[in-house]
């Protein structure tokens, strides 16, 4: 009968002035107790002439040669996206298996950055955003029995390659900080890293870490093998000084691949190998060495891959593997998933075997998985059955039936309803869940039951943008998004952004635009009122990262109108411009248009009544006419008015 909650809020916010972005990254927790964790706040400005960006406050050094800490300090570094073809990192595919109903938590050094409920089962995270570029994800289950079982996962950043001439650098400075523990050593410490293009697809790289407990230099190789992908190795050489006068020194080499072979569709998006000597220590190792006891556990060698392959249509298979050995002790961490994954017709289906393995483990975890899915087209639109079984070292085999799908006129509502079977076909647990992704947030909620227990979940994310004009509520935003004012219109949508209308004042936020490139926010015109016409219905822009840009769309409400004009028994000169005249002090926006052969004018945004003005060029004079008018009061069903008027 125990009652037990959690609840997670994570907030990032941030404040625009000029070039200057104000960033801060939050979190509250409710666990038995309360608990609330200010991350990250910073200040930052890109360097337009350098590709740079300048940052001070709290962030974290880049991750392509040195594994990547967090520090409070200062730092400028080249910014990729700011070059035409740049290379986007990546975010870590996290697999695991849940036996109940479990909350997952990732954490990446001691803060937590995702969390979510799971199905018992084969899970797979995809939507991680990782703080740093490098390091390693702690990932908890929490089973609804209250055990606890934890593995890590690999997240490193793949070989930069860089053409001939090209630099690429970063310089941070500051205080040491990580969150996971308050007796670690804080050094002030500064980092710097350089690239450079050399001739013949060669990219030369290195870097220097100094702080009084610690120094550290790197150097390292990139070739561009060209049909055979790119290959990376670097060692480094660190020195540290242990509590009580003592001292270690060592060395760390490391190599890294990856390809994607087109001719056999085979993808390496990630191979690396690491070796270091017993007297190496990592930075961030270094810094948690308190005491003779801590000086065991540092890290000894470390593998990792990421392979896919392609077998024409009949599917792919999926490889991952993690192995981290530890110096002094019979510490190890390991993790494997293989996988194939097939589609035929609308029907997809898939095999997957897992294995993590950690000290923290009373032992390691084995589970096959099956899944097949089958759209219900025909009986229910948009959406499928599903069927998967579970069957894992621990001698419990479990089976899971589900319907999901998506409803509403946009799709924008998902459900999930799963029933949960034992190897005897006995109940064991059930769940179902709603999702609805709205113009202003997304709402979800989920309800869960074992034979231990009852969970009840439920999350709201979404964002809030106080601007010039109000405020208004959005999806979730990243980090460079766009407002859109369409005035006084609501529920016009946006062609850019998923499921995005204007709010009751006509606004909406398109969440997230590509910085430094150029990027298209249209607006979907067959959701414009009647009575309502935009003069360009598609903007254009190149944001800065971190910026709001305002995409103000004018509008002219009023009647849709063809007049028929008539002018001194014929009709005003082909070609002659015509727009509602407009009285004085009046601010409404008009639109114009131009006379036909035969006095045919189109107008949008046309008052119930008023006065047309006609100008045209005669003979080098500007002439002119005016054609009064009342609409009547019938409009029919046709949304353009047709108007006879006589021009005077």
């Known amino acids: 009968n125990d009652r037990w909650n959690s609840t997670l809020l994570s907030l990032r916010s941030g404040a625009n002035l000029g070039a200057w972005r104000l960033r801060n990254t939050s979190s509250w927790r409710y666990d038995l107790v309360s608990h609330w964790q200010s991350q990250t706040t910073w200040l930052e400005r890109d360097l337009k002439t350098l590709k740079s960006q300048f940052r001070v406050g709290d962030t974290y050094t880049s991750g392509d040669v040195f594994d990547s800490v967090q520090f409070r300090g200062v730092q400028m570094m080249s910014d990729d996206t700011m070059l035409p073809e740049s290379q986007r990192g990546f975010a870590p595919v996290i697999h695991g298996i849940a036996h109940s109903n479990a909350r997952v938590t990732v954490s990446q050094q001691g803060y937590v ?22 390091g390693d994800l702690d990932i908890t289950i929490h089973e609804s029995d209250g055990s ?33 523990s308050h007796n670690l050593r804080s050094p002030e410490f500064v980092q710097s890293t350089l690239f450079y293009g050399l001739p013949h697809d060669f990219t030369a790289f290195g870097g220097v870490q100094l702080a009084q ?25 660190a020195s540290t000084r242990l509590p009580q006068g003592l001292s270690r020194s060592g060395q760390s080499v490391r190599a890294q691949y990856q390809k994607n072979f087109a001719s056999t569709n085979t993808t390496f998006s990630m191979a690396s190998y690491r070796y270091s000597s017993s007297g190496f220590y990592a930075f961030s190792e270094a810094n948690a060495l308190t005491s003779p006891a801590s000086f065991v556990d540092n890290k000894r060698s470390r593998s990792e891959i990421a392979v896919s392959q392609g077998i024409g249509d009949a599917g792919s298979l999926s490889a991952s593997a993690y192995m981290q050995r530890y110096w002094r002790s019979n510490r190890n961490d390991r993790t494997l998933h293989l996988g194939f994954y097939s589609n035929y017709k609308a029907i997809s289906w898939g095999v997957a075997w897992f294995y993590t393995d950690s000290t923290q483990a009373r032992k390691a975890d084995r589970a096959i998985s099956f899944n097949i899915s089958v759209p219900l087209s025909a009986l229910l639109p948009d959406s499928s059955v599903s069927y998967s079984m579970n069957a894992s070292n621990r001698g419990d085999v479990s089976q899971q039936v589900g319907l999901s799908g998506s409803a509403l006129q946009n799709n924008n509502l ?26 202003q947030a997304s709402v979800s909620a989920g309800v869960g039951h074992d034979r231990h227990s009852t969970q009840y979940s439920y999350g709201l994310s979404g964002g809030i943008v106080a601007h010039a004009h109000g405020v208004t509520l959005s999806q979730p935003l990243g980090d460079t998004f766009a407002i859109v004012r369409v005035p006084d219109t609501a529920n016009v949508g946006i062609q850019s952004g998923s499921n995005v209308f204007t709010d009751g004042r006509g606004y909406a936020i398109v969440p ?73 002090g009046g601010n409404q926006s008009r639109t114009s248009g131009i006379v036909a052969e035969k006095g045919e004018l189109y107008l949008s945004g046309v008052p119930a009544q008023g006065t047309v003005e006609v100008k045209w060029q005669e003979e080098g004079k500007q002439k002119s006419c005016r054609a009064p008018f009342r609409l009547s009061d019938a409009s029919g069903t046709n949304p353009v008015r047709l108007v006879s008027a006589v021009c005077q």
């Open 213 to 237: 407990n610690y120094h550290a230099v790197a150097a390292g190789l990139g070739k561009s093998l060209d049909d055979f992908g790119s290959l990376g190795m670097d060692v480094t050489f």
């Open 113 to 134: 950055i995702y969390e979510t409920v799971v199905a018992p089962g084969a899970f797979e995270i995809k939507d991680l955003y990782p703080t740093a570029q490098s």
């Open 148 to 180: 606890v079982r934890t593995f890590t996962q690999p997240y490193s950043a793949v070989p930069y390659m860089l053409r001939q001439g090209h630099l690429k650098y970063s310089v941070s400075g500051g205080r040491y900080h990580y969150s996971g």
């Open 512 to 584: 997230s635009l590509s910085p430094y490139h150029e990027n298209a926010i249209e607006l979907e015109t067959e959701t414009l009122p009647d009575n309502v016409d935009v003069e360009l219905d598609v903007q254009t822009t190149i944001p800065t990262r971190g910026a709001i840009v305002l995409a103000d769309y004018a509008t002219h409400v009023g009647n849709r109108v063809l007049f028929t004009l008539t002018w001194q028994h014929t009709f005003p000169p082909f070609g002659a411009t015509g727009q509602i005249a407009i009285h004085a």
């Open 414 to 439: 998902h459900y999930t309803l799963q029933q949960g079977l034992d190897s005897q076909g006995q109940n064991v647990n059930s769940s179902g869940s709603l999702d609805y992704r709205g113009s």
